[in-house]
């Protein structure tokens, strides 16, 4: 790529753990560095059990990574780890260039995308998160600078150790702040929630690595089944080519021909070692998967690295406590390879186009049949006297028969455990 609005970057890694499927690694780094707005022109491996506790690589790397900054002119490298921050300002000093890490790198793109408040909260309290225990290096520069190398006496460190008290103490309180707004924007989306589940509509939570196309799923089934929800509910996720597009949950109601309904939810995507601190923040976006019925896992079959990325989905899922959740894996993007489609492949996977309207028909169907998969043909008898209750139960329900008695109205239709719960006094 020539595009010279992209800044030329060095991308670094190790090569440690036998398990370690580095090519995969530095394929994700690529695209998060692109993601930035970086290019990376030239990367580095070194074969290391375990990082060096100062500079992270090796005396003889970070010398090779020093000279590669002269000749290829750039002035920053990009680590496939999260770093210690001794470990940035060492490797700054020793190859003068600046030092971004995986972290930063996911915090930056994250920081981007974040349109939402509730995102944007959530995106800034990782990045406090990720600065406090790196004050000191920024600090220490600084006073590298007032100062000259080494010169420091007593008095300006002592001075420099304030400010990095007031520092802590400004971040600190910031992030007070963000934990209280987020704790009350969160409360109001779990009223919503509670409301959603007193509704008691089946939910499918979309999960899976990030650009599956996952909105995209979302959208092409809203246009399909949305129609007949709620007003503003038929509004479509945004969907892009790029990394993250999605970094808020969006639940959306969906009719199905036989006018049973259930609700979808699309959210932020998954990457490797998503930074801690980014899934703490997001902990309560990513708790829709947890609440779900049915997971769909989108993975997007035309990558090469598609087993890696759901590995990545699943280990994701494991660390949100995400663990006992029935999953549909919906191989997608089909269109861009050589495999049929759709093609449904026993009760738990489907190969699709989301692009594809027989897919979407497939899909649906699939989703369907695991949803409603314990549902059954009822009989109720509604007293004349509740006849609102036929009514309320026609707009949801297809009848399958329906006879008027003298003590009531005799509808037959299939419900789910949850609904015939509800419903159990009239049935006979
Ligand atoms: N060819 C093809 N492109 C697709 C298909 N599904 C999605 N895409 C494209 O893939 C890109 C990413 O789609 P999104 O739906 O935004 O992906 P996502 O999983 O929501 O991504 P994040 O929100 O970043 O996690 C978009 O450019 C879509 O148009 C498909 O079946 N075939
Ligand atoms: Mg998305």
């Known amino acids: 790529m020539t595009d010279n609005t992209l800044r030329p970057v060095l991308l670094a890694g190790l090569q440690g753990q ?13 695209n998060l560095a692109e993601a930035n707005n970086l290019q990376p022109v030239e990367t580095f491996l070194q074969k290391l059990d375990r990082p ?8 003889g790397k970070v010398e090779e990574l020093g000279q590669a900054v002269q000749s290829y002119e750039v002035d920053l490298i990009v680590v496939n780890d999260e770093l210690s921050p001794s470990q940035i300002r060492n490797l700054e000093k020793l190859t003068d260039a600046t030092v971004v890490d995986r972290t930063g790198l996911i915090l930056d793109i994250f920081a981007q995308r974040a349109q939402t ?7 800034q309290l990782a990045r406090l998160q990720y600065q406090l225990p790196r004050l000191r290096t920024s600090m220490s520069v600084s006073l590298d600078q007032q100062t000259g190398a080494g010169g420091a006496g007593f008095t300006s460190r002592g001075s420099g150790e304030t400010k990095l008290e007031q520092s802590r103490r400004r971040i600190t309180s910031e992030m007070v702040h963000i ?17 959603r589940q007193a509704s008691q509509l089946p939910t499918v939570a979309l999960v899976g690595y990030t650009n599956a196309g996952k909105s995209t799923v979302m959208n092409r089934l809203l246009e399909r089944f949305g129609v007949g929800a709620v007003n503003d509910t038929t509004k479509q996720v945004f969907e ?20 049973r309904q259930l609700l979808l939810s699309d959210t932020v995507g998954f990457v490797s070692k998503l930074p801690h601190n980014l899934v703490a923040a997001f902990q309560s976006t990513l708790e829709a998967a947890g609440q779900a019925d049915l997971l769909l896992q989108v993975v997007d079959v035309s990558d090469p690295n598609y087993q890696q990325m759901m590995k990545t989905t699943e280990e994701t899922l494991q660390s949100i406590g995400v663990t006992d959740r029935p999953m549909i894996t919906v191989f997608n993007k089909a269109d861009q390879t050589d495999l049929p489609y759709p093609t449904v492949d026993g009760e738990n996977a489907i190969t699709i ?13 699939l ?11 009822v009989t109720l008898k509604i007293p004349f006297s509740e006849n609102k209750l036929v009514a309320t139960l026609s707009s949801e329900h297809v ?3 329906e006879d008027y008695t003298e003590e009531g109205t005799v509808i037959e239709l299939v419900l789910s455990p949850q609904e015939l719960t509800k419903y159990q006094a009239y049935q006979i």
């Open 18 to 30: 036998q398990d370690q499927d580095i090519d995969y690694e530095l394929a994700e780094l690529a």
């Open 399 to 401: 009848f399958l028969q």
């Open 117 to 123: 408040k509730v995102a944007k909260l959530q995106v």
């Open 179 to 195: 934990r209280q707004e987020l704790a009350e924007l969160i409360k109001d989306e779990d009223t919503r929630t509670a409301q």
């Open 367 to 377: 989703i369907e049949q695991n949803i409603f998969a314990d549902s059954q043909p």
């Open 52 to 59: 060096n506790p100062a500079t992270y690589f090796g005396k």
């Open 353 to 365: 186009s989301a692009l594809d309207l027989k897919s979407q028909d497939e899909l649906i169907q």
């Open 240 to 259: 892009k080519n790029m990394l993250f597009a999605t970094l808020n949950t969006t639940v959306r109601k969906l009719t199905l021909a036989d006018k």
